[in-house]
Structure formats: C-alpha cells, structure tokens
C-alpha cells in the first residue's frame, strides 16, 4: 500500500492510500477483500 501525503491529487481526491496491481484480476479481488474488510470493522465500531 502506498500512502498518500496530504498534498497529493489522490489525497485532494480522496484517497488515502493506493495499492500497486499485477493485473485488472488481481486488482478486482483486492477491491472485494477490502469492501469485506472495511464491513467487518464497521461492524466492530457499531458494537460499541
């Protein structure tokens, strides 16, 4: 993951962090890992 600083486009566009593909697959399956990811913490901050 790269991360973005606060000066960049990406972060002006609201990215906060990049990742580096091999391919459009590759790139598919990490964006429905995170997508799971980030709701399985929603999940834990709506618990609280």
């Known amino acids: 993951m790269i991360v973005t600083t606060a ?3 990406a972060k002006k566009n609201g990215g906060d962090g ?3 593909v ?3 697959e590759c790139g598919e399956k990490m964006q ?3 997508a799971k990811e980030i ?4 999940s834990f ?3 609280d």
């Open 18 to 20: 990049l990742f580096a």
């Open 7 to 9: 000066d960049s486009e």
């Open 39 to 42: 709701d399985t913490f929603k």
């Open 32 to 34: 429905t890992t995170l």
């Open 45 to 47: 901050s709506a618990a």
């Open 22 to 24: 091999c391919s459009e």
